[in-house]
């Protein structure tokens, strides 16, 4: 199944608010997708929601702050199975501000808007919108009666900066700010496509002819570009203006705004999974999904690379709730047959919180408790700081050795130095001798140990930078592997230690290790 044109079938609407103007199908009851069936293989046309999501501020766009309301909405939007098309960071500029609610309304079910509302002259949010409406704005006297007492309360006359915050553009609703003086705004906007302009419908005012919009800017029109090729909605666009303030747009989200899309969505949800894989590079992971990876294919499976990790993101978009998550269920179950023992964990699991699981477990550990230590060279104790990250560590983690310098390893891990003298530092017989060494000193069951080159300077070209020898000793012995990790010396070092995480894993797991 893959989701087509967004365009509704004809006599099937785009949604339904639960006040204002209803948009109603040909026998005049609501739609519901509910009904929508998948057969594997065919493609199917469904009536999804989707949303843009604009942040208003000078600040956001200069980076002084980090937008994490984008972040908080698209997580909330995807529960209710309303697909986020884009983000866009505008400034506080009227016209760029008009701009972007003309272009977005046109290809959006929902445009959700935060900041711009408060009672400065760089506020320019609500003046943006009724001038997209072709509107003037009017006070509302429940919210102006509303700041006056939150004022009084703090025993003080109200500023008369703050009047333009009881401001709303006629023919929109406003919507109560529980946490805040900026009161919220709900408008109903009609968009005729692209180039069209836009119109306004409210319950019992009279409708504002549509005013002619700019064309996409190229920064929105790549976002908007992201997915299919889509014709610009014709139907309404319910916008929202939040305030910008964290606490306050959450609070105003589900109260008044999450409703509306619930009852619009009719019970359709986009579930997600990500696992999480190290050892093998983007590219060879994508290898192995093959068609997976299909663009168009629902559930969507795509990859991500952070930290070396390759993980792979799994989003389901379904009508109905148990429907997106067996559809969920069987491509994850096809994600691990085609990686395997590569993926290490899901979701917010990190390799050390899975490798501190199987510690926990092992029954040799246990005995031996605690059973891990590490001897490292060119980490500085990366490694051991990974291990003693997740809570509860001391279970499992005994001590560690960060023996940098050739006589470190003599004098603490008993390496010869002969040893040393004979194969360099960064060699097998070496990392394996410091693995060993740190067992007989410990008394550790397991013992992981690092030597290598993390750069920029070291290298030769029979041990180029990057080169690292990683040893695991076991109660089965000692095994070792050379790597060349690429990057900068914090890549190199980063990679080093989860590969160290990665040797135990597989060793706990009773498995040879695959990379």
Same mark, same amino acid.
């Given at each position: 199944?893959? /989701?087509?044109?967004?365009?509704?079938?004809?006599?099937?609407?785009?949604?339904?608010?639960?006040?204002?103007?209803?948009?109603?199908?040909?026998?005049?009851?609501?739609?519901?997708?509910?009904?929508?069936?998948?057969?594997?293989?065919?493609?199917?046309?469904?009536?999804?929601?989707?949303?843009?999501?604009?942040?208003?501020?000078? +600040?956001?766009?200069?980076?002084?702050?980090?937008?994490?309301?984008?972040?908080?909405?698209?997580?909330?939007?995807?529960?209710?199975?309303?697909?986020?098309?884009? !983000?866009?960071?505008?400034?506080?500029?009227?016209?760029?501000? +008009?701009?972007?609610?003309?272009?977005?309304?046109?290809?959006?079910?929902?445009?959700?808007?935060?900041?711009?509302?408060?009672?400065?002259?760089?506020?320019?949010?609500?003046?943006?919108?009724?001038?997209?409406?072709?509107?003037?704005?009017?006070?509302?006297?429940?919210?102006?009666? +509303?700041?006056?007492?939150?004022?009084?309360?703090?025993?003080?006359?109200?500023?008369?900066?703050?009047?333009?915050?009881?401001?709303?553009?006629?023919?929109?609703?406003?919507?109560?700010?529980?946490?805040?003086?900026?009161?919220?705004?709900?408008?109903?906007?009609?968009?005729?496509?692209?180039?069209?302009?836009?119109?306004?419908?409210?319950?019992?005012?009279?409708?504002?002819?549509?005013?002619?919009?700019?064309?996409?800017?190229?920064?929105?029109?790549?976002?908007?570009?992201?997915?299919?090729?889509?014709? #610009?909605?014709?139907?309404?666009?319910?916008?929202?203006?939040?305030?910008?303030?964290?606490?306050?747009?959450?609070?105003?989200?589900?109260?008044?705004?999450?409703?509306?899309?619930?009852?619009?969505?009719?019970?359709?949800?986009?579930?997600?999974?990500?696992? !999480?894989?190290?050892?093998?590079?983007?590219?060879?992971?994508?290898?192995?999904?093959?068609?997976?990876?299909?663009?168009?294919?629902? #559930?969507?499976?795509?990859?991500?690379?952070?930290?070396?990790?390759?993980?792979?993101?799994?989003?389901?978009?379904?009508?109905?709730?148990?429907?997106?998550? +067996?559809?969920?269920?069987?491509?994850?179950?096809?994600?691990?047959?085609?990686?395997?023992?590569?993926?290490?964990?899901?979701?917010?699991?990190?390799?050390?919180?899975?490798?501190?699981?199987?510690?926990?477990?092992?029954?040799?550990?246990?005995?031996?408790?605690?059973?891990?230590?590490?001897?490292?060279?060119?980490?500085?104790? /990366?490694?051991?700081?990974?291990?003693?990250?997740?809570?509860?560590?001391?279970?499992?983690?005994?001590?560690?050795?960060?023996?940098?310098?050739?006589?470190?390893?003599?004098?603490?891990?008993?390496?010869?130095?002969? /040893?040393?003298?004979? !194969?360099?530092?960064?060699?097998?017989?070496?990392?394996?001798?410091?693995?060993?060494?740190?067992?007989?000193?410990?008394?550790?069951?397991?013992?992981?140990?690092?030597?290598?080159?993390?750069?920029?300077?070291?290298?030769?070209?029979?041990?180029?930078?990057?080169?690292?020898?990683?040893?695991?000793?076991?109660?089965?012995?000692?095994?070792?592997?050379?790597?060349?990790?690429?990057?900068?010396?914090?890549?190199?070092?980063?990679?080093?230690?989860?590969?160290?995480?990665?040797?135990?894993?597989?060793? /706990?797991?009773?498995?040879?290790?695959?990379?």
């Amino acid at each position: 199944m893959y /989701l087509s044109d967004r365009t509704p079938p004809q006599g099937r609407p785009r949604h339904a608010p639960p006040y204002g103007p209803l948009y109603l199908n040909s026998t005049g009851s609501i739609p519901r997708y509910s009904d929508a069936v998948a057969i594997p293989g065919v493609p199917l046309t469904i009536a999804v929601m989707d949303a843009i999501i604009l942040s208003i501020g000078d +600040e956001l766009v200069l980076g002084q702050t980090i937008d994490t309301n984008s972040a908080w909405l698209s997580q909330q939007l995807a529960a209710l199975g309303v697909w986020v098309r884009a !983000h866009a960071t505008v400034p506080d500029d009227q016209t760029a501000i +008009e701009q972007a609610i003309r272009q977005s309304a046109a290809h959006c079910d929902f445009l959700i808007i935060s900041g711009g509302i408060g009672p400065t002259e760089d506020d320019l949010t609500r003046q943006a919108l009724a001038a997209v409406m072709g509107v003037p704005l009017e006070e509302n006297a429940e919210w102006m009666t +509303e700041l006056h007492k939150f004022f009084e309360a703090r025993g003080r006359p109200m500023p008369a900066i703050n009047r333009i915050q009881a401001m709303i553009p006629r023919g929109a609703k406003m919507l109560f700010n529980t946490a805040g003086t900026a009161a919220g705004i709900h408008a109903v906007v009609e968009g005729a496509g692209e180039g069209s302009g836009f119109g306004v419908q409210g319950s019992g005012k009279e409708r504002i002819e549509p005013k002619p919009s700019t064309s996409l800017t190229p920064e929105l029109s790549s976002s908007l570009s992201l997915r299919e090729s889509r014709t #610009p909605n014709p139907a309404a666009c319910q916008v929202f203006v939040t305030p910008g303030v964290p606490k306050e747009m959450k609070a105003m989200f589900a109260r008044d705004v999450l409703p509306i899309v619930k009852y619009a969505s009719g019970g359709a949800v986009i579930l997600s999974r990500t696992l !999480h894989t190290f050892g093998l590079g983007e590219s060879a992971i994508a290898e192995k999904l093959g068609d997976l990876m299909n663009r168009g294919r629902n #559930p969507s499976v795509g990859t991500t690379v952070s930290g070396g990790v390759v993980s792979l993101r799994i989003n389901s978009r379904f009508p109905a709730e148990p429907q997106a998550r +067996e559809e969920l269920a069987r491509t994850e179950g096809a994600c691990r047959d085609a990686i395997g023992d590569l993926i290490y964990g899901q979701d917010e699991q990190t390799l050390a919180e899975v490798v501190a699981g199987l510690l926990r477990a092992d029954s040799t550990a246990t005995q031996f408790a605690p059973a891990v230590a590490t001897a490292e060279s060119c980490t500085g104790g /990366l490694l051991a700081k990974m291990l003693t990250d997740v809570p509860g560590s001391s279970r499992y983690f005994r001590q560690g050795y960060v023996t940098y310098s050739n006589e470190a390893k003599h004098d603490l891990l008993r390496v010869p130095t002969e /040893l040393i003298a004979r !194969h360099g530092a960064v060699s097998q017989p070496v990392a394996e001798a410091m693995a060993r060494g740190a067992q007989t000193q410990s008394g550790a069951a397991y013992t992981l140990a690092i030597t290598g080159i993390a750069g920029p300077e070291g290298g030769t070209p029979q041990k180029p930078v990057g080169t690292v020898w990683i040893a695991l000793a076991s109660p089965q012995g000692v095994q070792s592997r050379v790597f060349l990790f690429p990057g900068d010396r914090e890549m190199v070092r980063d990679r080093s230690a989860k590969m160290a995480l990665t040797l135990l894993r597989f060793q /706990l797991m009773g498995k040879p290790f695959p990379v």
